[in-house]
Protein backbone atom coordinates (compact mmCIF):
# COMPACT_ATOMS: atom_id res chain seq x y z
CA UNK A 1 0.00 0.00 0.00
CA UNK A 2 1.17 3.27 -1.16
CA UNK A 3 1.41 5.73 1.53
CA UNK A 4 1.41 9.77 0.37
CA UNK A 5 3.34 10.85 -2.47
CA UNK A 6 4.53 13.95 -3.68
CA UNK A 7 6.15 15.51 -6.89
CA UNK A 8 8.75 17.28 -7.21
CA UNK A 9 10.88 16.50 -4.98
CA UNK A 10 12.99 19.28 -5.04
CA UNK A 11 12.72 22.75 -7.17
CA UNK A 12 14.04 25.82 -8.01
CA UNK A 13 12.31 28.74 -9.14
CA UNK A 14 12.69 32.57 -9.45
CA UNK A 15 10.90 35.81 -7.69
CA UNK A 16 7.56 36.32 -9.18
CA UNK A 17 7.24 32.69 -10.96
CA UNK A 18 4.46 30.25 -10.00
CA UNK A 19 4.40 26.69 -9.08
CA UNK A 20 2.70 23.60 -8.94
CA UNK A 21 2.90 21.04 -5.84
CA UNK A 22 1.53 17.76 -6.55
CA UNK A 23 -0.14 14.98 -3.75
CA UNK A 24 -1.25 11.36 -3.90
CA UNK A 25 -2.97 10.44 -0.51
CA UNK A 26 -2.98 7.37 0.76
CA UNK A 27 -4.90 4.58 -0.48
CA UNK A 28 -8.75 5.13 0.96
CA UNK A 29 -7.93 8.75 2.28
CA UNK A 30 -10.01 11.29 1.23
CA UNK A 31 -8.95 14.59 2.95
CA UNK A 32 -5.92 16.35 1.82
CA UNK A 33 -4.04 18.96 3.91
CA UNK A 34 -1.22 21.19 2.66
CA UNK A 35 1.29 22.58 5.07
CA UNK A 36 4.13 25.18 4.67
CA UNK A 37 7.67 23.98 6.57
CA UNK A 38 10.16 26.62 6.88
CA UNK A 39 13.67 25.85 7.85
CA UNK A 40 13.71 25.80 11.78
CA UNK A 41 9.89 25.98 12.32
CA UNK A 42 7.03 23.54 12.62
CA UNK A 43 5.08 23.02 10.09
CA UNK A 44 2.17 25.62 9.12
CA UNK A 45 -1.28 24.99 8.32
CA UNK A 46 -2.53 26.22 4.77
CA UNK A 47 -5.30 24.29 3.48
CA UNK A 48 -7.25 21.73 3.44
CA UNK A 49 -9.38 19.64 0.82
CA UNK A 50 -12.63 17.42 1.05
CA UNK A 51 -14.61 16.49 -1.58
CA UNK A 52 -13.07 18.52 -4.44
CA UNK A 53 -13.81 22.13 -1.92
CA UNK A 54 -11.67 23.87 0.25
CA UNK A 55 -12.66 22.90 3.76
CA UNK A 56 -10.16 25.21 6.09
CA UNK A 57 -7.43 27.70 5.57
CA UNK A 58 -4.94 29.43 7.46
CA UNK A 59 -3.57 32.35 7.53
CA UNK A 60 -2.07 32.24 3.85
CA UNK A 61 -2.59 35.14 1.16
CA UNK A 62 -4.72 34.37 -1.53
CA UNK A 63 -1.20 33.62 -4.08
CA UNK A 64 -1.58 30.14 -2.22
CA UNK A 65 -4.15 28.44 -4.11
CA UNK A 66 -5.43 24.61 -4.27
CA UNK A 67 -7.53 21.93 -6.30
CA UNK A 68 -8.79 18.30 -5.25
CA UNK A 69 -9.57 16.08 -7.81
CA UNK A 70 -12.05 13.14 -8.00
CA UNK A 71 -9.33 11.03 -7.41
CA UNK A 72 -8.88 12.78 -4.37
CA UNK A 73 -5.31 13.70 -5.35
CA UNK A 74 -4.55 17.67 -4.89
CA UNK A 75 -2.67 20.31 -5.99
CA UNK A 76 -1.11 23.13 -4.41
CA UNK A 77 -0.06 26.59 -6.83
CA UNK A 78 1.79 29.94 -5.67
CA UNK A 79 1.43 32.54 -7.79
CA UNK A 80 4.25 36.10 -7.03
CA UNK A 81 6.63 33.62 -5.50
CA UNK A 82 8.74 35.50 -3.23
CA UNK A 83 12.01 34.65 -1.55
CA UNK A 84 10.21 33.99 1.74
CA UNK A 85 8.36 31.24 0.04
CA UNK A 86 11.45 29.25 0.23
CA UNK A 87 10.45 26.12 1.92
CA UNK A 88 9.44 22.31 2.58
CA UNK A 89 5.62 22.12 1.85
CA UNK A 90 4.01 18.92 2.91
CA UNK A 91 0.97 17.31 1.83
CA UNK A 92 -0.89 14.77 4.80
CA UNK A 93 -4.14 12.71 3.93
CA UNK A 94 -6.92 11.30 6.60
CA UNK A 95 -9.71 8.89 6.07
CA UNK A 96 -12.34 8.35 8.77
CA UNK A 97 -9.63 7.89 11.46
CA UNK A 98 -8.23 11.03 13.16
CA UNK A 99 -4.46 11.27 12.27
CA UNK A 100 -2.88 12.54 9.55
CA UNK A 101 -0.05 10.71 7.09
CA UNK A 102 2.52 12.79 5.36
CA UNK A 103 4.57 12.73 2.48
CA UNK A 104 7.63 13.26 2.18
CA UNK A 105 7.19 16.67 1.34
CA UNK A 106 8.76 18.85 -1.81
CA UNK A 107 11.79 21.37 -0.73
CA UNK A 108 10.86 24.60 -2.80
CA UNK A 109 13.36 27.26 -3.29
CA UNK A 110 12.80 30.73 -4.26
CA UNK A 111 16.01 32.16 -5.30
CA UNK B 1 -7.37 28.96 18.75
CA UNK B 2 -4.75 26.63 19.94
CA UNK B 3 -0.98 26.38 20.16
CA UNK B 4 1.58 24.63 21.33
CA UNK B 5 5.10 25.17 23.16
CA UNK B 6 7.97 22.77 23.05
CA UNK B 7 10.09 24.08 25.58
CA UNK B 8 13.41 22.90 24.43
CA UNK B 9 14.87 23.42 21.23
CA UNK B 10 17.51 20.68 21.05
CA UNK B 11 18.21 18.01 23.92
CA UNK B 12 21.50 16.28 23.63
CA UNK B 13 21.74 12.65 25.54
CA UNK B 14 24.13 9.79 25.81
CA UNK B 15 22.82 6.54 24.23
CA UNK B 16 21.20 4.30 26.39
CA UNK B 17 20.07 6.90 28.85
CA UNK B 18 16.61 8.34 29.22
CA UNK B 19 14.99 11.12 27.68
CA UNK B 20 11.83 13.23 28.33
CA UNK B 21 10.71 16.16 25.92
CA UNK B 22 8.44 18.68 26.98
CA UNK B 23 5.53 19.93 25.25
CA UNK B 24 2.55 22.07 26.68
CA UNK B 25 -0.64 23.13 25.05
CA UNK B 26 -3.40 25.76 25.38
CA UNK B 27 -7.21 25.25 24.18
CA UNK B 28 -10.18 26.12 25.28
CA UNK B 29 -11.59 23.33 23.78
CA UNK B 30 -10.83 19.80 24.81
CA UNK B 31 -7.89 18.43 21.82
CA UNK B 32 -6.09 15.28 20.53
CA UNK B 33 -2.49 15.23 21.04
CA UNK B 34 0.16 13.90 18.59
CA UNK B 35 3.88 13.18 18.26
CA UNK B 36 5.96 13.16 15.41
CA UNK B 37 9.53 12.84 14.23
CA UNK B 38 11.05 14.30 11.24
CA UNK B 39 14.20 12.48 9.91
CA UNK B 40 16.33 14.54 8.13
CA UNK B 41 15.30 15.55 4.28
CA UNK B 42 12.21 13.21 5.32
CA UNK B 43 8.14 13.94 6.21
CA UNK B 44 6.87 13.23 9.62
CA UNK B 45 5.83 10.18 10.77
CA UNK B 46 3.15 9.68 13.81
CA UNK B 47 4.88 8.17 16.95
CA UNK B 48 2.10 8.31 18.82
CA UNK B 49 -1.59 9.88 19.76
CA UNK B 50 -3.76 10.71 22.68
CA UNK B 51 -7.69 10.85 21.68
CA UNK B 52 -9.43 9.95 24.95
CA UNK B 53 -9.19 7.39 27.84
CA UNK B 54 -5.79 6.76 29.13
CA UNK B 55 -3.46 9.16 30.10
CA UNK B 56 -0.59 7.30 29.19
CA UNK B 57 0.06 6.55 25.76
CA UNK B 58 2.12 4.36 24.16
CA UNK B 59 3.78 5.00 20.07
CA UNK B 60 6.39 2.59 17.84
CA UNK B 61 9.78 2.66 18.64
CA UNK B 62 9.40 2.09 22.45
CA UNK B 63 8.26 5.96 22.70
CA UNK B 64 5.77 7.25 25.23
CA UNK B 65 3.65 10.07 26.41
CA UNK B 66 1.41 11.39 29.53
CA UNK B 67 -1.40 13.53 28.80
CA UNK B 68 -1.76 15.79 32.22
CA UNK B 69 -5.12 17.90 31.58
CA UNK B 70 -4.76 19.93 34.73
CA UNK B 71 -1.13 21.09 33.70
CA UNK B 72 -1.59 21.09 29.84
CA UNK B 73 1.02 18.74 29.18
CA UNK B 74 2.15 15.95 26.90
CA UNK B 75 5.81 15.28 27.77
CA UNK B 76 7.63 12.63 25.34
CA UNK B 77 9.47 9.86 27.31
CA UNK B 78 11.69 7.10 25.97
CA UNK B 79 13.60 5.03 28.75
CA UNK B 80 16.11 3.87 26.75
CA UNK B 81 17.72 6.15 23.40
CA UNK B 82 19.32 4.71 20.35
CA UNK B 83 21.75 6.71 18.08
CA UNK B 84 18.55 5.83 15.42
CA UNK B 85 16.50 8.37 17.54
CA UNK B 86 18.17 11.10 16.44
CA UNK B 87 15.89 13.46 14.65
CA UNK B 88 13.30 16.36 15.14
CA UNK B 89 10.39 16.01 16.92
CA UNK B 90 7.07 17.50 17.09
CA UNK B 91 4.25 18.06 19.57
CA UNK B 92 0.97 18.50 17.55
CA UNK B 93 -2.68 19.53 18.85
CA UNK B 94 -6.20 19.17 16.91
CA UNK B 95 -10.04 20.31 18.08
CA UNK B 96 -10.14 17.17 16.93
CA UNK B 97 -13.04 15.96 13.89
CA UNK B 98 -11.44 17.84 10.31
CA UNK B 99 -9.85 20.41 12.16
CA UNK B 100 -6.35 21.68 11.55
CA UNK B 101 -3.59 20.54 13.51
CA UNK B 102 -1.47 22.94 14.64
CA UNK B 103 2.44 21.93 15.47
CA UNK B 104 5.17 23.35 17.80
CA UNK B 105 8.50 24.63 16.81
CA UNK B 106 10.16 20.90 17.15
CA UNK B 107 12.81 19.82 19.43
CA UNK B 108 15.83 18.00 17.99
CA UNK B 109 16.88 15.03 20.02
CA UNK B 110 20.58 14.56 19.44
CA UNK B 111 21.81 10.95 20.63
CA UNK B 112 25.61 10.94 21.57
CA UNK B 113 27.67 7.47 21.81
Known amino acids: DAGVTQSPTHLIKTRGQQVTLRCSPK?????VSWYQQALGQGPQFIFQ???????QRGNFPDRFSGHQFPNYSSELNVNALLLGDSALYLC??????????FGPGTRLTVT | AQSVTQLDSQVPVFEEAPVELRCNYS??????LFWYVQYPNQGLQLLLK??????LVKGINGFEAEFNKSQTSFHLRKPSVHISDTAEYFC???????????FGIGTKLQVIP
Open chain 1, 92 to 101: ASRGTGREQY
Open chain 1, 27 to 31: SGHDT
Open chain 1, 49 to 55: YYEEEER
Open chain 2, 27 to 32: SSVSVY
Open chain 2, 50 to 55: YLSGST
Open chain 2, 92 to 102: AVSPGGYQKVT
